[in-house]
């Protein structure tokens, strides 16, 4: 079964609209991680949280927002979508800072 | 001065070759560290932790010399279902357990 959920895989957007991917977990762990990765490049961290605990990436742009309403569920909020913004969007989980991460299978965002 | 770098690759390399990647880390405080396997566009896949001692897993061997920052990894006897994007992965716990990644190096077995 899978144990980090994203929701929806494929996701496509129009410029400038806002649009929210989910991640969900049924491990029970700690920390939830958004990783953003753009074609040919490696996964780049933008936040993540510790429980409700909200952390940013010092360069990751204000237009990138996350919500943690529950352990289990996790949001990536992008308020205005612009070009540039087209990616892999992955979340990852793990217990505690030290312990493996598990990736979601990713949603691949297109903005046109 | 990327915190971790791997050889670009390509590897084209045929059935049953050994091969072989290397990676460098800049960071001296890196804490742990991994190799993930990536498939087309698909999600980042953990491969295997990576210790001083060097670590063996089947057909893969991972080596790590914290002196040189130095990571590798070899995989003997390569099968085409090994053809994917390897990504020499660091964890620096004191930032939240971030993982940094390098950029990968991608290897295609051929028949």
């Known amino acids: 079964d899978a144990m980090v959920i994203q929701n929806p895989r494929y996701q496509v957007t129009q410029f400038g609209k806002p649009v929210t991917l989910s991640c969900s977990q049924t491990l029970n762990h700690n920390v939830m991680y958004w990783y953003q990765q753009k074609s040919s490049q490696a996964p780049k961290l933008l936040f993540h949280y510790y429980d409700k605990d909200f952390n940013n990436e010092a360069d990751t742009p204000d237009n990138f927002q996350s919500r943690r309403p529950n352990t289990s569920f996790c949001f990536l909020d992008i308020r205005s979508p612009g070009l540039g913004d087209a990616a892999m969007y992955l979340c990852?989980?793990?217990?505690?800072?030290?312990?493996?991460?598990?990736f979601g299978p990713g949603t691949r965002l297109t903005v046109l | 001065r990327k915190e971790v770098e791997q050889d670009p690759g390509p590897f084209n390399v045929p059935e049953g070759a050994t091969v072989a990647f290397n990676c460098t880390y800049s960071?001296?405080?890196?804490?742990?560290f991994f190799w993930y396997r990536q498939d087309c566009r698909k999600e980042p896949k953990l491969l295997m932790s990576v210790y001083s001692s060097g670590n063996e897993d089947g057909r893969f061997t991972a080596q790590l010399n914290r002196a040189s920052q130095y990571i590798s990894l070899l995989i003997r006897d390569s099968k085409l279902s090994d053809s994917a994007t390897y990504l020499c992965v660091v964890n620096f716990y004191n930032q939240g357990g971030k993982l940094i990644f390098g950029q990968g190096t991608e290897l295609s077995v051929k028949p």
């Open positions: 990852a989980t793990s217990r505690t800072y030290t312990d493996t991460q598990y």
């Open positions: 960071n001296s405080a890196s804490q742990s």
